[in-house]
DNA sequence: GTGGTCTAGACCACT
DNA sequence: GTGGTCTAGACCACA
């Protein structure tokens, strides 16, 4: 479990914590149907209060990445309701897309500029 | 001069008037010298606190798209410094892919959204 | 035996057994003087802790759905009390009347509820 | 705004709160559109901890009673899905129907207990 | 041992 | 002044 955690980051803790594990979870580090770390364990390894594992968890249920399983706690569960995803994930891009039209940033660069994402893990073959 | 905000959103005021300005001026409604409305006045018209536009206007000058002038009050002025930008906009890219490769969207899907968003402001051919 | 539980559910699990097994007497599935499992098998069935199971058969103790037997172990017997019972039914009922004043659920809608609920197990007639 | 809390129920701070609020919406105390005391206000009215108000604020917007207006906070929104809501409502009622039957509290108990909660609060005529 | 709940106090971003 | 975030410590219900 290789969690890192910027403290001087302006991002809050319990997003940078969501983000790492989403990030886990696309590394195919955590496989569905793993359970993650008690809150307890999680926040002493990390540094971090207790309180903050369980906002981070919290969120990743709601935005649909885990499940609470009642027996093991936190378990990943990947939601895969692509069309819903889809257009928060547009929402999300648009205002980037705003920002790339305003620097002269072309289509064409914001194209490659995700590819590369995908290169920076080896996703592209 | 057309902004919408939504005071329910979970997104920060500034921040929602912040993109909206930065909208405005990829869609050209504001050209590079244009003074935008004092902080007074916007605040007034949009129903929102003074000090909030104020913020708006702070980030827009941090973030290079206006400048402060003593008489005319915020100025549209966009800083064309490509690659500082573009290493920021990879890094708030990042998480994006990382949830869309969680979700199963693939690295298409991504390019298709960006287009998408380039089409619905007719900015494709 | 069937007894289904949901282990993402937000309802604890030892509740969820005592609703199970109350629905099963309802159901005249288990009758007056049965004994049910013991605590140790009925865990191993259900896949959960033993401790859980001897939760749910304490509650239905208290509630007066079984009695517990020194040698059958926990036994149905329903008590009769209906006054004292009718009362806590109508304490619990008072939140859900609420929440539908509030969305402007007809009281017809829920004596119809109800009805739907008998019709469901085929009590009506 | 008369909110009354049990600090010796087993119910918890949070719930008991959020069904108060819900009554006041029933009693139509609290109309649409009307802003909830701040958190710390109400805390210190009831003598309860701010964040025990801030998560019933929470469990209410995520119930679609209230919405969070970033200008004026918690303000009382009801959705009015009925459907949804209706199965919802359904699900909780189907194990007091249970327990009813058990007890041999006939159907028209159930309706009659029904009448006599609009009743107590003046709703029957 | 684990999560859920509650309290308390603090700082900061936002309005 | 408000909510959001974070920390800390405690108790209890649950498994």
Redesign the interface.
């Known amino acids: 479990m290789y969690i890192e955690i910027d403290f001087n980051s302006d991002e809050a803790l319990y997003l940078q914590l969501r983000?790492q594990i989403?990030?886990g979870?696309?590394l195919d580090q955590y496989h569905e149907g793993d359970a993650l770390p008690s809150v307890r364990q999680l926040a002493d390894d990390i540094g971090i209060n207790m309180h903050t594992v369980n906002k981070a968890y919290s969120v990743l249920r709601q935005d649909g990445?885990v499940?609470?399983?009642?027996?093991r706690g936190a378990v990943i569960a990947?939601?895969?309701v692509?069309e819903e995803?889809?257009q928060q994930?547009?929402a999300?891009?648009?205002?980037?897309?705003?920002?790339?039209?305003?620097?002269?940033?072309s289509?064409e660069?914001?194209?490659a500029?995700?590819?590369?994402?995908?290169n920076d893990y080896g996703?592209?073959e």
Chains 1, 2, 3, 4 share one sequence.
């Open positions: 983000n989403i990030l979870i696309a990445y499940k609470v399983d009642r027996r990947v939601d895969v692509k995803h889809m994930l547009k999300k891009l648009r205002p980037m897309v705003m920002e790339a039209v305003c620097r002269d940033i289509r660069n914001l194209h500029m995700i590819d590369e994402i995908y996703w592209l």
